[in-house]
């Protein structure tokens, strides 16, 4: 794990950190390769990521679906991450991996939003939430979900 990396792991705390949980669905008969490609892409991001917070990865139980829990220091964070497994997520989806789904729970950063804008069209679903409710009462949450 690289020093910035294990520092954003330990500093991050929810409230702190930009959130994002990433859905897909693994090709009939492809969970070994979908496994390998996996290990392949969190290595990548143990040794490359320094904004990192927490990148696990869940299998269902019949190993059709999987969802990947992301936090990053900053928004900007998953474009560092994004640039670091862009060949290997690429063979993950070409051979292994579709219906990708990624869920925003806090407003991208302007360089984020525009990185979005420049993804090929249908190659992801994205949908955004707003926190409207915290146990932490620290937490600044929206008076108004956009609607």
């Known amino acids: ?16 950190v930009f959130e994002v949980t990433a ?28 904004k990192t917070v927490r990148y696990d990865w869940f299998l269902s139980d019949d190993g059709t ?37 990624v869920t925003f729970y806090a407003q991208p950063s302007p360089a984020l939003a525009e990185a979005l804008k420049a993804m090929s069209p249908g190659a992801v679903t994205l949908k955004q939430f707003f926190l409207f409710q915290a146990l932490d009462a620290d937490l600044e949450v929206v008076e108004e979900v956009p609607a």
Do not use: P, W
């Open 1 to 16: 794990m690289s020093r910035g990396s294990r520092r954003a792991r330990q500093e991050g705390r929810h409230g702190d």
């Open 23 to 50: 859905q897909l669905k693994v090709r009939d008969g492809e969970l070994e390769g979908f496994k390998r490609q996996a290990a392949e892409i969190m290595n990548a991001t143990k040794e490359l990521d320094t």
């Open 65 to 101: 679906e999987c969802e990947v829990r992301e936090s990053y220091a900053d928004a900007d964070g998953l474009i560092e991450h994004s640039q670091h497994i862009a060949e290997a997520r690429n063979t993950l989806y070409r051979d292994f991996a579709y219906d990708h789904t």
